[in-house]
C-alpha cells in the first residue's frame, strides 16, 4: 500500500463529493500495439501486474524480444500508476485563504467574490501545485485493470461521474428531456455521455492518438472514500 497524489477537475471533484464518481480511466503509456495477451507476472491469464519474459505480449516492434528486456524495465514500463489497497489524496483546484484552504469546487462557475464590498477575480492555484496539506478528499483504489476505452458499459460510464442531464446523453435517443417531465422519453446513453466527458479531457492534438474514436488502452481505477485519519503515513 503506499499514499500517492491524483488529480482531478473540478467537475469530477464535484462528482466524487456527490458520490456519483468511484471510477476513473487513465491512458497506458506505452500503448500496446496489436493484440495483447492477458499473461503477466504474478497471477494466472486474465490479471494485471506487468508482462513476464515469457508472456505472449505484443507491445510493439521495439519490445518483440522480451528476453531482452531487465525486470526493472518491465515494472517500469508497464506497472499501473495505482494498485489495489492505495491511498490517494485528490489534488484540486485551490486557494489558501486566511484561516483555511478554499476549494473551486465549492462554488458554481458563476459564482461572484467580493472583498470589502467589491467584487474581485478570485485567482485560484491549479491542482497540480496543491500542498498534500490541503487534500479534503482520500480515496482507497478497490480495483486496477486494463482494458480498450470503447469497452466501458454504462453501469461504469456511470461510476465516471458522467453528468445524465448532458445533452450528450439524448443525442442519439431521439427525445430531450425536461424538468416538468424528466422521463418522457427514456432512459440516458450515458455512454454517449462519457463519450463527450473523456474527449473533454484530451488535448485537441492528442485527440487522434487517445480520442475516444482512438478507443486507446487505459487504466481501469475504481476507488471508495476513505478518511484521512485513517490513513497510516509511517
Known amino acids: 500500500m503506499s499514499i500517492k497524489p491524483i488529480l482531478f477537475n473540478t467537475p469530477m471533484v464535484r462528482a466524487i463529493l456527490d458520490g456519483r464518481k468511484s471510477c476513473t480511466r487513465r491512458?497506458?503509456?506505452?500503448?500496446?500495439?496489436?493484440?495483447?495477451?492477458?499473461?503477466?507476472?504474478?497471477?494466472?491469464?486474465?490479471?494485471?501486474?506487468?508482462p513476464s519474459k515469457t508472456a505472449y505480449e505484443n507491445w510493439g516492434d521495439?519490445?518483440?524480444?522480451?528476453?531482452?528486456?531487465?525486470?526493472?524495465?518491465?515494472?517500469?514500463?508497464?506497472?499501473?500508476?495505482?494498485?489495489?489497497?492505495?491511498?490517494?489524496?485528490?489534488?484540486?483546484?485551490?486557494?489558501?485563504?486566511?484561516?483555511?484552504?478554499?476549494?473551486?469546487?465549492?462554488?458554481?462557475?458563476?459564482?461572484?467574490?467580493?472583498?470589502?464590498g467589491k467584487e474581485i477575480e478570485m485567482k485560484w492555484h491549479p491542482s497540480i501545485h496543491m500542498p498534500k496539506e490541503a487534500a479534503r478528499i482520500w480515496l482507497k483504489v478497490t480495483d486496477v485493470?486494463?482494458?480498450?476505452?470503447?469497452?466501458?458499459?454504462?453501469?461504469?460510464?456511470?461510476m465516471e461521474g458522467t453528468d445524465p442531464w448532458d445533452e450528450a446523453c439524448y443525442e442519439n435517443n431521439g427525445w430531450h428531456p425536461t424538468l416538468s417531465d424528466p422521463d418522457s422519453g427514456g432512459d440516458p446513453n450515458m455512454i454517449d455521455g462519457f463519450h463527450k466527458l473523456?474527449?473533454?479531457?484530451?488535448?485537441?492534438?492528442?485527440?487522434?492518438?487517445?480520442?475516444w474514436s482512438a478507443n486507446p488502452w487505459v487504466w481501469v481505477i475504481e476507488f471508495e472514500r476513505c478518511e484521512r485519519g485513517g490513513v497510516d503515513e509511517r
Open 27 to 50: 491512458i497506458v503509456n506505452p500503448q500496446p500495439q496489436g493484440r495483447l495477451c492477458y499473461t503477466f507476472a504474478g497471477g494466472d491469464c486474465g490479471t494485471w501486474g506487468y
Open 62 to 116: 521495439e519490445y518483440k524480444l522480451p528476453e531482452d528486456i531487465t525486470d526493472e524495465e518491465l515494472k517500469r514500463r508497464w506497472n499501473p500508476p495505482y494498485h489495489t489497497d492505495d491511498i490517494l489524496y485528490v489534488r484540486e483546484t485551490w486557494r489558501k485563504g486566511l484561516e483555511r484552504y478554499i476549494y473551486r469546487a465549492d462554488y458554481s462557475d458563476t459564482e461572484k467574490f467580493y472583498r470589502g
Open 145 to 158: 485493470r486494463v482494458e480498450r476505452l470503447q469497452e466501458i458499459t454504462e453501469e461504469q460510464a456511470c
Open 198 to 211: 473523456w474527449n473533454s479531457t484530451i488535448k485537441k492534438s492528442d485527440l487522434d492518438y487517445y480520442g
